[in-house]
């Protein structure tokens, strides 16, 4: 089995030769460090680790927005510079990368916004399909990696694009532009699957990214959720339906346990990236969602900074879940730098142990 195989038996809970290993991005400050302690430059970690690479394809067909925003460098300084990233915003940014950015300004200010976000999101743009996309899907998915479809970013687009405290008052006071912002969202995400579907793509899986939850809860409403983001999610399920797509997947951080049984509503059951200290525990979370919910991730980051007695005696506490299936093991988010290449190299062979590699 190659690790698509893997990939798909474990989230269908069918049998498998072992999971599928996944290993979360690192910081660049973590790279930096495992430099240091032995990781060559330049050298990929699946191979550093005696791994297959796991890896997800997502087909050159940009169903965002096109063109997208240039990254521009406004001012240097020593410690930091003050420039214009992809998504437009104005940030500024530690050289060091030690740190999230400060965001200064944001692209989508008002309604009078909608005149480039409809040109831009338009579905018919050539120049959404890059060259020979369809057939680099079809070579990455037979040389065993998962080939994912955006689903939508129906909060996480305008958060990014908006800022969180404009969009959380925008639901109030500008209740039409969210609408208007999702259904050209949407529209292009539609295109680009039955653009999919034309070419008789196997999808295997459609991708969400939201970030819409803090450390302890959602960020909108049950009633806001049903109302700004579920009709888009629909769309999308519906033509994932016609596709024979099964498998969605929802990437957003934070304490997403309330958010779970809303995304259930619209066919979303993957979860990741399971922050526990935001509470999101595989355990208690499979106990009271039951095998509908699978997860990626779910390793507290802060154990895999700790010992390797520590990093052993997690694993054998979170064994039910991965024995059960439906949940592949992996660090909570990004690893962070506090994190030594030795306990990351222990974490994965404990890993193997469990999974009989």
């Excluded at 290993?21 to 240091?36: E, K, Q, V």
């Excluded at 915003?89 to 740190?99: C, E, H, M």
């Excluded at 994932?240 to 509503?265: Q, T, Y």
Aim: contains cysteine; aromatic residues 10%; glycine residues 6%.
């Amino acid at each position: 089995m190659n690790n698509r195989e893997r990939f798909l038996a474990s989230m269908n809970y069918r049998s498998a030769d072992h999971p599928p290993i996944f290993l979360s991005g690192a910081w660049d400050a973590t790279l930096d460090r495992w430099h240091r302690e032995g990781l060559k430059e330049g050298q990929d970690l699946y191979d550093y680790l005696e791994l297959e690479p796991f890896r997800f394809h997502i087909p050159a067909l940009n169903s965002v927005l096109e063109p997208g925003f240039e990254e521009t460098v406004l001012e240097e300084h020593e410690d930091f510079v003050i420039r214009i990233n992809a998504n437009g915003v104005k940030v500024r940014d530690f050289k060091d990368k030690s740190s999230m950015p400060e965001f200064l300004e944001y692209p989508i200010r008002s309604a009078a916004d909608l005149e480039w976000l409809e040109k831009r999101f338009d579905p018919e743009n050539p120049a959404r399909r890059k060259k020979d996309w369809a057939e680099k899907a079809r070579k990455a998915q037979a040389e065993g990696a998962v080939l994912l479809a955006n689903g939508g970013m129906f909060f996480g687009f305008l958060n990014e694009h908006m800022g969180t405290e404009t969009l959380l008052l925008e639901y109030y006071d500008e209740p039409e532009l969210i609408h208007r912002i999702n259904e050209l969202q949407s529209r292009a995400v539609l295109g680009a699957m039955k653009a999919m579907e034309e070419e008789n793509l196997r999808i295997d899986v459609i991708g969400y990214h939201e970030d819409m939850a803090y450390k302890n809860g959602s960020m909108i409403s049950p009633d806001l959720f049903r109302e700004f983001m579920s009709p888009y999610y629909r769309k999308t399920f519906e033509q994932s339906e016609k596709m024979g797509v099964r498998l969605h997947f929802m990437d957003s951080d934070g304490n997403i346990e309330e958010l779970i049984p809303l995304w259930a509503e619209t066919g979303i059951m993957i979860m990741s990236p399971m922050e526990v200290a935001a509470s999101m525990d595989p355990v208690r979370l499979r106990k009271k969602f039951g095998r509908e919910l699978r997860m990626v991730g779910g390793f507290d980051k802060r154990i895999l900074a700790s010992t390797p007695a520590e990093i052993s005696r997690e694993l054998l506490r979170l064994s039910p879940v991965i024995e059960e299936g439906g949940y592949l093991v992996g660090c909570d988010h990004g690893v962070p730098p506090d994190v030594s290449l030795s306990n990351y190299a222990h974490f994965i062979k404990e890993l193997k142990k469990i999974y009989g590699m």
